[in-house]
T-cell receptor, first 107, second 114 residues
C-alpha cells in the first residue's frame, strides 16, 4: 500500500464546477504539499501546510492531522485548471508522492 | 528569472549506451534531487545532494549515477545497467534539505529507448 493515496485518479468537470481532490497518508508527517503538473510535465508547488487551511485565489487546501487527510478544492473551475494535481507528504526529510489526480475541466 | 533548467526535453537511448541528463539551477539552493515518474505512479527519488561534492542514494538508485561538482549543477547519468530507463525524469532543488522546505521543479526530460 502506498504511503500517500489520492482520489480520484481522474476527474472531469464542467467549467464553473467546484472541485475536490482528496489525499490520505498512512504515517505521521511534518508537512503536506500540493503540486500541479502541467501537460508539458513541469511541476509547480501550490501549497505547503502542516495544519488548518490555506487559500490562494480560487484554490483552497485543508489538512486534518488527526484523520491523516488533506483536500484540495478549486472553486469556479476553468479549463486552464486542467492538469495533474499531486499530493506529497514530508516525513523525516523524505518526501513521498501520491500518484496524482488528472483533472480535465471542459468549457 | 531564477529557476531550474533541465535539458534535453526529449532523449533517446540505444541499447548499451549511457546518457546524461542535465539539471542547472540559479536559485542558490543547496539541495538538489532527481526523481523518476512512471505512468500511474508517484514520483520516486533516485538521488539527492545536500551540498557540493556530496550525494546520497534514494529509493531507486540502481542503474543511475550523479555528480555534484558545482552548487548549480546536478547531472544524472542513466547507465546501461538500468534495464528499464523509459520514464519522465524531474530535477528539483530546495534550500537545505529540511522537513518543511518546498521544492522547485524543472520541466523534466522524457527518456525513451530506441
Amino acid at each position: 500500500k502506498n504511503e500517500v493515496e489520492q482520489s480520484p485518479q481522474n476527474l472531469t468537470a464542467q467549467e464553473g464546477e467546484f472541485i475536490t481532490i482528496n489525499c490520505s497518508y498512512s504515517v505521521g508527517i511534518s508537512a503536506l504539499h500540493w503540486l500541479q503538473q502541467h501537460p508539458g510535465g513541469g511541476i509547480v508547488s501550490l501549497f505547503m501546510l502542516s495544519s488548518g487551511k490555506k487559500k490562494h485565489g480560487r484554490l483552497i487546501a485543508t489538512i486534518n492531522i488527526q484523520e491523516k487527510h488533506s483536500s484540495l478544492h478549486i472553486t469556479a473551475s476553468h479549463p486552464r485548471d486542467s492538469a495533474v494535481y499531486i499530493c506529497a507528504a514530508t516525513r523525516n526529510n523524505d518526501m513521498r508522492f501520491g500518484a496524482g489526480t488528472r483533472l480535465t475541466v471542459k468549457p | 528569472d531564477g529557476g531550474i533548467t533541465q535539458s534535453p526535453k526529449y532523449l533517446f537511448r540505444k541499447e548499451g549506451q549511457n546518457v546524461t541528463l542535465s539539471c542547472e539551477q540559479n536559485l542558490n539552493h543547496d539541495a538538489m534531487y532527481w526523481y523518476r515518474q512512471d505512468p500511474g505512479q508517484g514520483l520516486r527519488l533516485i538521488y539527492y545532494s545536500q551540498i557540493v561534492n556530496d550525494f546520497q542514494k534514494g529509493d531507486i538508485a540502481e542503474g543511475y549515477s550523479v555528480s555534484r561538482e558545482k552548487k548549480e549543477s546536478f547531472p544524472l547519468t542513466v547507465t546501461s545497467a538500468q534495464k528499464n530507463p523509459t520514464a519522465f525524469y524531474l530535477c528539483a532543488s530546495s534550500t537545505p534539505r529540511g522537513v518543511n522546505q518546498p521544492q522547485h521543479f524543472g520541466d523534466g526530460t522524457r527518456l525513451s529507448i530506441l
